[in-house]
């Protein structure tokens, strides 16, 4: 059961101080919701037995070296049905360092030669950085037990996980084809779309009333799920259709300001039941990270405060974007042309095929130098000049020209690029 420099073996008597240890942790006992700890040797031992000798479960020590750095365990098995509960602690100082993912691919591999062919688990709602983790690992969320654990008093919600490992091609059970449909087919008539888009008064009226529009800041007239997304409806419609078409695990958002756009991208990934969205801010103020960290999507929202174009923050971004199998870039931040080149070099690789990489705001290019008197960037100096150049050195991309007349208005014309090898 070897699995790299981690690997699964039974438990030993050697194994109960650190067991012991970590089973009186209260905050242990909190988020694995244990009702019970241990207080002594002989409480370990006791619990060892009941974990080895159940005839539906399976315990096991995460070693290194030999040593113990945490355990698994499956309970509840069903071996007509073939489905099982999980449970894992790794110790404190063995996290960060890879240990919980080789240990969790091995213990995936033991169920599975039990012919065990879905996990289940449960994490408190609150426990995001446990929700992350199983998130990227491909368990999926398909429920929440409102107030179902209590503790100290309190009623708190548990997320429910599943992960269904591969079936055989003729197994009609598996319901990973739903992961790969598409949303239905837009139903009005492709040649009206186009012949809307290319209309001279329709566009003559669109950009009269886009200038209008700007001047009192109509963008600002909304928000989603609580936080101001400063974003067209229109634009707001075309990023939840993508996101629920194309499915990423990971989405990149440059540009934070009040998190409505978070909010956005989060509650689409949480209709799918998994994926993350990763904000960077040069300046994420102390009351929007407070808000958005205790929005009741926040499991789903990490956030780095720093430049979008910073060497050590795109390298933290890009291992993220390493675990991740579908990944969409949403680019919002500074909107000059060598701001936004810079996040187009840094960001644009990391969007897989058949995602979406949007740059925001191309449409300063449009406006009047007065517009834009108290601004960096305008006419000349925007995120277009340098969308089109990105374009013209990597024919991999290419505009969506069909969802660009489809919103007739946006902020982001020539914007929404699509990875296509």
Excluded at 14 to 38: F, I, K, N, V
Excluded at 208 to 230: D, V
Excluded at 243 to 266: F, Q
């Amino acid at each position: 059961m070897a699995n790299g420099d981690i690997f699964l073996r039974e438990p030993r008597v050697s194994d109960y101080p650190a067991l012991l240890r970590w089973r009186s942790d209260q905050e242990h006992q909190r988020l694995l919701m244990w009702r019970t700890g241990a207080k002594s040797l002989q409480d370990v031992e006791a619990w060892i037995e009941r974990r080895t000798t159940e005839p539906d479960g399976r315990f096991l020590i995460v070693a290194s070296a030999d040593s113990p750095v945490g355990f698994v365990q499956l309970t509840k098995m069903d071996r007509v049905d073939g489905h099982a509960h999980l449970g894992m602690l790794i110790g404190p100082e063995y996290r960060r360092r890879g240990v919980a993912r080789q240990a969790l691919r091995a213990m995936e591999q033991v169920a599975q030669s039990l012919e065990i062919r879905k996990i289940l688990l449960e994490v408190l709602a609150d426990n995001t950085s446990a929700f992350r983790f199983w998130t990227r690992a491909g368990y999926r969320h398909v429920g929440t037990l409102r107030r179902h654990h209590e503790h100290h008093g309190a009623h708190h919600d548990v997320t429910v996980l599943e992960k269904i490992f591969a079936d055989s091609a003729n197994d009609e059970s598996h319901d990973d084809k739903e992961s790969v449909s598409v949303l239905p087919a837009i139903p009005n008539d492709a040649t009206l779309i186009e012949a809307m888009a290319s209309d001279p008064e329709v566009r003559q009226l669109r950009d009269r009333l886009f200038s209008l529009m700007g001047k009192y800041k109509y963008a600002y007239n909304w928000t989603w799920y609580g936080r101001p997304i400063i974003q067209l409806p229109q634009d707001v419609l075309a990023i939840q259709t993508l996101i629920l078409e194309e499915k990423p695990d990971l989405i990149i958002e440059t540009g934070i300001a009040h998190g409505g756009s978070l909010i956005l991208s989060a509650s689409m990934l949480e209709l799918l039941g998994e994926g993350e969205v990763l904000g960077i801010d040069v300046d994420i103020r102390s009351h929007n990270r407070q808000a958005i960290e205790s929005h009741p999507l926040a499991r789903r929202i990490s956030m780095i405060q720093g430049s979008s174009i910073d060497s050590n923050v795109a390298a933290q971004v890009r291992a993220r974007a390493q675990e991740a199998k579908r990944v969409m870039v949403c680019l919002d931040s500074n909107h000059t042309a060598e701001h936004v080149a810079r996040e187009l070099e840094l960001y644009a690789p990391l969007v897989t095929v058949g995602q979406h990489l949007v740059v925001f705001d191309t449409a300063i290019e449009y406006l009047s130098a007065e517009e834009c008197a108290d601004r960096p960037w305008g006419p000349g100096n925007s995120p277009i000049t340098a969308v089109r150049s990105f374009l013209a050195k990597n024919a991999g991309f290419v505009v969506d020209r069909e969802l660009e007349a489809r919103l007739l208005f946006s902020v982001a014309p020539e914007g929404y690029l699509k990875r296509l090898s």
